[in-house]
């Protein structure tokens, strides 16, 4: 992993180590990146309980317990679908905070609506709300993937998850 991930993972470790907290994640196409620059670090199973990698609605469905009713009227890419995989993830995990990632990575699959680089985000906790959110990035498959990483990471870190407990 590069210097830039390393220092992500070290900062999301001391970030969560300091609220004495543990995540965990949902990841459609990002296919675990999230996982693994978490656990990167060594001492992560002290801050990260698991992940989950639905890349197919099925999976959705039956591991983290997404409605296919939103699934059929949002699609898998939508803050509607993230939202409910991070409840999913909340409720099938120890962790007390999750993230969620589904989007359209490329270089096919996209459409007017939904296009190549569009990235749905979804962030809560335990004891608190779900907050979500929509981007768009740039470039080619990897590129996309790895702005949705460092983008979840970040993101979880600006939450002041603290002030609800």
Known sequence: M????NTLSRDVGDWLGARNAKLACAESCTG???AEVVTATAGSSAW?????????NEAKKDLLGVS????ERYGAVSEETVCEMVAGTLARSRADLALAISGVA???????????GMVCFAWGERKG???SETRHFAGDREAVRRQAVIHALRELM???FSAAR
């Open 2 to 5: 590069d210097s830039q991930l």
């Open 32 to 34: 675990g990146w999230v």
């Open 48 to 56: 990260f309980d698991c992940g989950f990698v639905t890349y197919s």
């Open 68 to 71: 296919p009713a939103t699934l």
């Open 106 to 116: 490329g270089p096919g699959g996209g459409s007017a609506a939904k296009p190549v």
């Open 129 to 131: 709300g779900i907050r």
């Open 158 to 160: 600006t939450n002041d």
